[in-house]
């Protein structure tokens, strides 16, 4: 297979992205980073108008279940353009919308499907969000939200509110637990029962200053937030927490859902079932469809509370029910889970020997490597930033699974604690989870997204500070391809480490696209 072997563009296919930096709005993203114009695209391959190809791990953010134009998706939009039916309906009921229904509720998790509600709520998956909060804060009569540091779940103005970036005087914020840069600077199963008691402490304070709320929004593995999967003794907790007390739970897996961590339904890992789900991505097999399905007490809505224009996309619905069956039919998230745990594993062994590497994580094909900035007197003498072991704050926790099993190692195992710091008493009664980790690096990440293209590899960019490489192929990458995208990946981290230390982590090298 071809591969690009520059970032930089030449040819007719220039004047495309000339004309779209200066028509477009600046709010475009990917467009900066990735300066290609793709014409032709068969499952992880995109090839440009310039005739180079590219593995593509972005997946178009995680849409792409079965990766671009796989031949049941096209089989399915063709069969509903030849049949003459129509392509827009609102809500009103055909059989390519019955049959979505019927595939999507055969996945739920159990005791859900039996009892479950759902709404179709228009093309994006902020569309379902704001359709979520608006259905619990009218099941309940309350108002208030909980909702997670780091969290993601669209752009529009509720669910940003929901988001971590973003202050709302309704949304309580709770801290989501994680390993490698913990809240509590404790990470691992004590990092986790400090945020689940922090949760308790400000429902069951009444000097808290948080009113009982609507209900609680998470995402099981959060995704824009770093690829830091929930750990499932803390997900059963919080399912405990809003069932005593009466607060549904929504559980957003417009990322992680359709087999995407290994599981069909990310909350299937702890066996959760949550009191609403909010989907859309893959659920449209590449096409625009977003729902909630919810349980049925709490479908209070009259008629015409939640309605819009597009909720009726027979074209989505037919690849959604295609791309349902083919996951279910042929195990995909049951590979998901083997084969992301290879890459793992594999990712882990090239971060202990790379500085500069801070942590791998992930669940499934839901990847992230965080990039960090080795601090030279913690280094390993003689070591480049990308040369050497991780020091303390490198490559901890592997578990891959948030709590579950170990990555290229013991289960459960953890690194042990670095003989070249000397631990505080705080840091021998937490564990090597309680060091303190590198400082991010945004600038190397960027580089080696850069390197990456250059060696004809799509990644994406995530986390706190911009500092994490993410991966999601397609559920149908091979193992093959796998290696050929690690291959790439760790090529470009040694390379952009190399030119980042010669240069230093402020110099900047700009794609092209203004």
Known sequence: MAQATSGETRGPHEGILRRQSARESSARTYA?????????????????????????????????????????VLEAIRGVLDSGAPLSILDLATPVKDAFVTELFRTLPPGLADRARVQFCGPAGTDAVEAALKLVRAATGRCGILAFAGAYHGMTAGALAVSGGAPDVQVARLPYPQDYRCPFGVGGPSGAELAARWAESLLDDPKSGVPQPAGMILEPVQGEGGVIPAPDDWLRRMRRLTADRSIPLIADEIQTGVGRTGAFWAVDHSGVTPDVMVLSKAIGGSLPLAVIVYRDDLDTWEPGAHAGTFRGNQLAMAAGTATLAYVRENGLAERAAALGSRMLGRLADFGREHACVGDVRGRGLM?????????????????????????????????????GPGVGGDPGSRAEPDARTAPTALDTAMGPAARTPYPPAPGLAAAVQRECLRRGLIVELGGRHASVVRLLPPLTISDEQAEAVLDRLTDAITAAARDHETHGPHRQRHSGDG
């Open 32 to 72: 900066r980073a990735l300066p290609i114009v793709p014409v032709r695209a068969r499952g992880l391959t995109i090839e440009g108008a310039d005739g180079r190809r590219y593995l593509d791990c972005l997946s178009g953010a995680g849409t792409l279940a079965l990766g671009h134009n796989h031949p049941v």
């Open 367 to 403: 990847i992230g490597i965080e990039l960090v900035t080795p601090e030279p007197e913690r280094r390993e003498p003689g070591a480049s930033a990308c040369g050497g072991p991780g020091g303390p704050g490198g490559v901890g926790d592997l578990t891959g699974a948030g709590g």
